[in-house]
Every structure is written in C-alpha cells, then in structure tokens.
C-alpha cells in the first residue's frame, strides 16, 4: 500500500515539474544578464545633461539649457559637433565629452584636475542611469561589423519590440524586422564591465521622455520656422564629426552649413514649447508604443523619412539574420557584450 501511494506522489511531482518547466525555462530566457545594460539605453537629451554637468563641474548653476551649453562651450567643454540640445547622449558622445574635460584642463580653462573631472563627468553619467565608461584601448577606432550576438534571448529581444516599441538606442542588435530601421555605429565602449563593440540607433526618432520630473524632447530632427525646412542629424555622420555644428564648436565652418545665421542657436537649440492637450498635461509615451515615432514638421505629424531607396543590409554579409532558438549567451567571440577579463 505504501509503495503504491509513493509511487502516485512520485507521478504527482514529475507531473508538476513537466507543467512548471515551460514557465522556469521562459523566465529564465527573459532575463537580462546582471550588470548588462536594458535593451532601451536611458534616454537624455544633451540638453538636461549640460545642466547637470555644468553644475558639477561648478562652472554654472543655471537651469537654462542653452547658457549652460554656451558656458560649458566657452570652456571647451562640447560632444565633437558641439551641444544639440534635443539630441541624445550616445556613448560616443560620453567619450568626446570627457576628452574634451582633458583638454580644458591641461588649458587651465578648468580648474580641476583630470582625476577630479572626470570622477564628476562619472557621477552625472551614473545619474542617468549610465554605467557608460570610454573604451581606450586605442585613440582611433576601426569600423567594426555589426554583431548580433546578444546577452538577451533574441524572442526577449522582439518581445520588447512587439509590446513596447523600436528603442531609439539599443546595444542589441534589433530583430530582422525592425533591422533597416537603425544605424549602426561603430564606437567601442565598456556598459560596467561589458564592451561593445558600438551601438544601435534609430535613423529617424522624435521622443517626448520624462526625465527627472521634467519633459524633454529627444528627436534628431530640427526645425527652422523662418524657412520652414527640416535639419536631419545623421547618427553616423555625427560620430564623424560630418553634421550640423551646435553650440561650444571653434571652426563651425568644417561643419555642414545651414546657410541660416547663428544656426546653432535658432535652430539646433531654439526655445521649443511642448503643446498641451486640452484639459491635462501632456503624458509622454514609454518608447512611443509605436513601430516608429512620428516626427514633428510645422506640427504636422509625418511618417519617418525614408532612407531615399536604400537597401539596408543585416550583417553577417547580408545574410538575414533568424534569432536562435537557445538560451543567453554569455561569451559572445564579437561584439554584442563581452565580458572584461
């Protein structure tokens, strides 16, 4: 009697664990290595991050994005292209930014040594919700194939997508359907102890992101109302130092000219005022909850401009790309996250 009602718990429990395991494997597919980084980069505008860095420097105390720009500028202090203040901080520009405090304090227009700046350019990255860190292994930095070997599963990676919209950046390779819809940039760089090899952003994206209790626009795409045309920042471009010149840049005319007087200002850092809906405060959406964010062109919304008929290549040479079926890998040989030894 005994040996049939153990063997009727021993069946009981198989058949509990055959029930559980789909759902013990499906949680532990869904979850992101400790320490590496979301698939959405935290967005900040270049904008919030000038105030904040300005005062931790104490160089300003200004709430006002432009003057803290301008003051930050007149020290040196700018990403390569100079301060934008609706664009993004990628982890290109945390390298440029601190290569610029080097070169202001050797100077003497700041009066910090490099250990002090740059534990203070780290504490603004970290307030952010960035464990971004520069990759100098070398001073310049070979293009480098995209990789989508990631630390997340591939089917977390799209399920991300599918629920919570296109991430402006990501350092995960996108699912094949949303491939064609990113640049690839190619500047190596440490999430914590992670390296990658570069990153991923939207070619097109207007965001309206609440960071620390304030709205703020994250978009590549400006406005000149006088003219009425539409300035396009290229995220590949602009790690090349071949776009748009914003405020703090020393030879504006090595950058693409708008032919519009004192355009850094009135149109890559023009007073822009987010519109109310009747009644309530503007509520801004968690990454859109669309494919693609619109842009705004003269308050009409557009579709995302198109990449002018070109064919977008997944990696790999050309190869479609098809997520794997496995677990997380942790080791990738190239790119997409490797642990630091």
């Not at 007149?74 to 664009?87: F, Q, T, V």
């Not at 748009?244 to 005022?273: L, M, S």
Request: glycine content about 10%; hydrophobic content about 40%.
């Amino acid at each position: 009697m005994k040996r049939v009602i153990f063997g009727e718990a021993r069946v009981f429990v198989v058949s509990l664990l055959l029930l559980l395991m789909p759902a013990m494997v499906f949680a532990q597919a869904g979850q992101i290595k400790p320490g590496a980084p979301p698939i959405e980069q935290p967005l900040v505008s270049e904008g919030d991050f000038a105030v904040r860095l300005g005062s931790a420097l104490a160089v300003t105390t200004t709430d006002d994005e432009v003057e803290a720009e301008s003051r930050l500028g007149e020290l040196g202090i700018a990403p390569r292209n100079g301060w934008i203040a609706d664009y993004p901080v990628t982890p290109d520009i945390i390298v440029e930014l601190q290569n610029s405090l080097v070169e202001a304090v050797a100077s003497g227009k700041l009066l910090l040594s490099k250990d002090e700046a740059h534990k203070k350019l780290s504490d603004v990255v970290a307030e952010f919700g960035l464990a971004l860190k520069p990759y100098t292994a070398g001073a310049i930095y070979e293009p480098t194939p995209a990789s989508c070997e990631n630390y997340p599963n591939p089917a977390v990676v799209e399920k991300s997508y599918t629920s919570e919209g296109a991430p402006v950046v990501t350092y995960y390779c996108p699912p094949p359907d949303y491939y064609s819809l990113y640049a690839w940039v190619p500047y190596p760089f440490w999430w914590s102890d992670l390296w990658f090899p570069g990153f991923f952003i939207l070619h097109d994206f207007h965001r309206v992101v609440h960071v620390h209790r304030k709205v703020s626009v994250i978009t590549n795409h400006f406005n000149d109302v006088r003219t009425h045309r539409v300035f396009r920042v290229d995220p590949v471009e602009r790690s090349r130092g071949k776009t748009f010149a914003g405020i703090g840049v020393t030879r504006p005319k090595d950058y693409i000219q708008t032919g519009v007087p004192r355009g850094e200002r009135t149109i890559f850092n023009a007073p822009r005022a987010l519109k109310m809906p009747a009644g309530g405060a503007a509520t801004p959406p968690v990454r859109g909850g669309e494919r693609v964010s619109p842009v705004l062109r003269g308050g009409e919304k557009i579709a995302p401009a198109p990449r002018g008929g070109e064919r977008i290549t997944p990696p790999s040479g050309g190869v479609r790309i098809s997520p794997p079926s496995g677990g997380v890998r942790t080791s990738p040989p190239s790119g997409g996250g490797r642990e630091r030894r």
